[in-house]
């Protein structure tokens, strides 16, 4: 390999991201300023990565945790020999359509493992990954699964509280592999992180069972022996380098001016003169450029090595790692849960539909046992989603397969994004549905990237009763229905709750949410058509038998309510339809015709949901009549409630009556 000073290995991400920035007049050069030497150790010397092939499956995942710093990242792509990442794509820094976006997004740009940017999410996500490669090697050996996760985090990762709960989840699971590099620059937007924050990381992260260290994050030396102590850690390791924000600006180093700004001209020229860099725009050395190629492809003889270890497994073996790696769903899943639905025919279950989704969920671990991962935050029992064949993973037993994430909802998000992106499983996480407010960001970044996670959300409406407002969920499905990609499925009974999870778990562009009732439902379809009527939103459940004059539309518990409106109409000679509603956001991204056609043409639509109105004005219209929340809850039973709230199948029938012109009843 090409020797080259390390310094001026540095230097090249140093230039390149200052000139970038520069030229953007917008970004970061402060952390790819002060974390190069760390970067650079890294990536000559440890990463097991292979620049021409950045999706090899046995690779070690780097994860920039500090979002903000793209440009390292960025420049490191570009070093190396990424093929998609070319000097063109760095001097379009933060342009549109670049493929150099502000944070680096996994979607967008090649080589980039997860989309990055709030804080904090990086180092949670990469605890996913972790726990995904510890799985998956206790499944196929070492010799096909045997790579570490590195990140680099900054101090406002750290601040962020979603680190807490994945730092504890790591070093309760000893995830031994997974080796986080902290840029320890003491520089936050607003000054020095000690206008807000005196933690001692290390003490922290040891307190939490990682092996933890400070080093000098400007000596190679230093770094590269620390790393190789982290390597051989039974824990998971912090390495806290001590760095210089900015380093070598004269002025600018070491403050918050090198932060969240362009150094400007000036400063940049004498940055540059200060490390002996060329002053000519975006200027690698020759020398330097091969060196670092060198260090991008170091990697190929690992990954022909891999290679071949991979074709010594048999046939069945290797199709099966590629396909889950494709996350692509065995055959056995349809046949299996055509058989559950079949079953439920033939004898309905009239329960909870958390209930219903456990009945399913023993349906598809059967049919997935090893891929079908499950977890729940501190709520197994309720949530009712680990299977009964299902083992607990711990530190002991990696091969379990459902995860006990504890009180922990965002680190459960973000873990999920992790195990969903590392390949090789479908995972799925469970709390109330009010808690999806602590879940959120990581939600968000799942729907984002276009990760197919599912949440099991039960508890889902005011039917949870006596539990009162701090629990019911009254504009959570609104708030998850406005999240682009984000798919919201709220079943009515055992029926609609296997073909929502089928649907769940054959999405691998992004996220579902399947919310589930704490009451009993009765089982109201007859009938499970094999084009999956659920796949369209919406769909009619019961017809109105002639001209309909009012279209009943209801989702989860509530259709029960529009079928009992219906009886009642049709007593009266009013013809009425209901059209259950499991996905509202679906339907109404249903081509025109289709979508259309299950609305109706009715004079008179009611909607019928335990939550506020906001989005059903796209089904009824804006004067369309809505029977739901228009406050938060209260504590009573579930039954005392709706009749309180006046969501009730005679509230329905009185606002057709109304609309008619008939008044009350």
Excluded at 84 to 110: C, V, W, Y
Excluded at 393 to 402: D, I, M, N
Excluded at 572 to 581: C, E, F, N, P, T
Excluded at 632 to 653: Q, R
Aim: hydrophobic residues 45%; charged residues 20%; aromatic residues 6%.
């Amino acid at each position: 390999m090409t020797q080259v000073e390390h310094s001026r290995m540095a230097n090249a991400i140093r230039a390149l991201a200052m000139d970038a920035v520069e030229q953007a007049k917008s970004g970061h050069p402060g952390l790819p300023m002060g974390a190069a030497d760390v970067a650079t150790v890294l990536f000559t010397q440890f990463l097991k990565f292979d620049a021409t092939e950045p999706a090899w499956p046995d690779r070690d995942r780097f994860v920039l945790s500090a979002g903000h710093g793209s440009m390292l990242l960025y420049a490191l792509l570009y070093l190396t020999g990424n093929p998609a990442m070319t000097l063109d794509e760095i001097k379009r820094f933060r342009q549109l359509g670049s493929k150099t976006p502000g944070h680096p997004e996994n979607f967008h740009t090649s080589g980039v493992e997860t989309t990055t940017g709030p804080l904090g999410q990086g180092i949670a996500t990469a605890v996913g990954m972790a726990l995904a490669e510890k799985m998956f090697s206790a499944e196929f050996g070492k010799k096909i699964v045997d790579h570490h996760t590195y990140v680099l985090c900054s101090d406002g990762d750290l601040m962020e509280g979603v680190s807490q709960e994945a730092i504890a989840l790591a070093g309760h699971w000893r995830l031994s592999k997974m080796i986080v590099l902290y840029d320890d620059n003491g520089i936050s937007i607003d000054g020095p992180t000690s206008l807000a924050d005196s933690v001692d990381q290390v003490k922290r992260f040891k307190s939490a069972g990682w092996a933890a260290e400070r080093i000098d994050g400007h000596d190679p030396q230093a770094i590269a022996a620390a790393i190789k102590r982290a390597q051989g850690s039974s824990r998971p390791s912090l390495i806290a380098c001590k760095t210089t924000i900015g380093f070598g600006a004269p002025h600018k180093a070491g403050t918050a001016k090198a932060h969240g700004e362009a150094l400007g001209a000036d400063e940049l020229k004498a940055a540059k003169e200060n490390l002996g860099i060329s002053l000519d725009a975006f200027a690698v050395p020759d020398d330097v450029l091969k060196g670092w190629r060198e260090a991008g492809s170091r990697g190929g003889a690992a990954r022909k090595e891999w290679e071949a270890r991979y074709a010594e497994l048999g046939p069945r073996k290797r199709a099966e790692f590629e396909r889950r790696l494709k996350h692509e769903r065995p055959s056995a899943l349809a046949k299996a849960l055509k058989a559950h639905k079949k079953a439920l025919l033939a004898s309905p279950l009239n329960v909870a539909t958390r209930k219903s989704s456990e009945a399913a969920i023993e349906a598809i671990a059967a049919a997935m046992p090893l891929e079908f991962v499950a977890g729940s935050a501190d709520l197994t029992g309720s949530n009712n989603n680990k299977a009964k064949t299902a083992v607990a993973f711990s530190a002991k037993t990696p091969k379990g397969r459902f995860i006990h994430y504890g009180i922990r909802e965002h680190g459960m998000a973000a873990c999920l994004n992790g195990i969903f992106l590392h390949g090789g499983f479908a995972p799925n996480g469970a709390t109330f549905l009010i808690f999806s407010d602590y879940a959120r960001p990581a939600m968000r970044l799942a729907a984002l990237m276009g990760a197919g996670a599912v949440y099991v959300m039960t508890h889902d409406s005011i039917g949870l009763g006596e539990d009162g407002p701090t629990h019911q969920p009254v504009e959570h499905l609104a708030a998850l229905r406005a999240i682009p990609n984000m798919r919201v499925f709220r079943p009515c009974d055992s029926v609609e709750v296997a073909e929502c999870w089928e649907l769940a778990l054959n999405r691998s562009t992004g996220p579902t949410v399947l919310a589930l009732t704490r009451q009993n439902l009765p089982q109201l379809r007859t009938s499970a058509p094999d084009d999956n009527p659920c796949g369209h939103g919406g769909y009619e459940l019961v017809a109105a038998g002639g001209e309909a004059k009012v279209s009943l539309f209801a989702s989860g518990s509530e259709v029960e309510i529009a079928v009992a409106a219906q009886k009642q109409l049709a007593e009266r000679g009013i013809a009425a339809r209901v059209v259950s509603v499991p996905s509202l956001e679906l339907l109404l991204a249903q081509p025109d015709e289709r979508r259309q056609a299950i609305i109706g043409h009715a004079p008179v639509k009611i909607a019928i949901e335990a939550a506020v109105r906001w989005g059903w004005d796209a089904v009824i219209g804006i004067d369309g009549e809505f029977i739901g929340m228009h406050s938060f809850g209260e504590s009573a039973p579930y039954k005392d409630l709706y009749k309180h709230f006046a969501i009730t199948a005679e509230a329905a029938v009185n606002a057709a009556l109304k609309r008619l012109g008939g008044g009350k009843g």
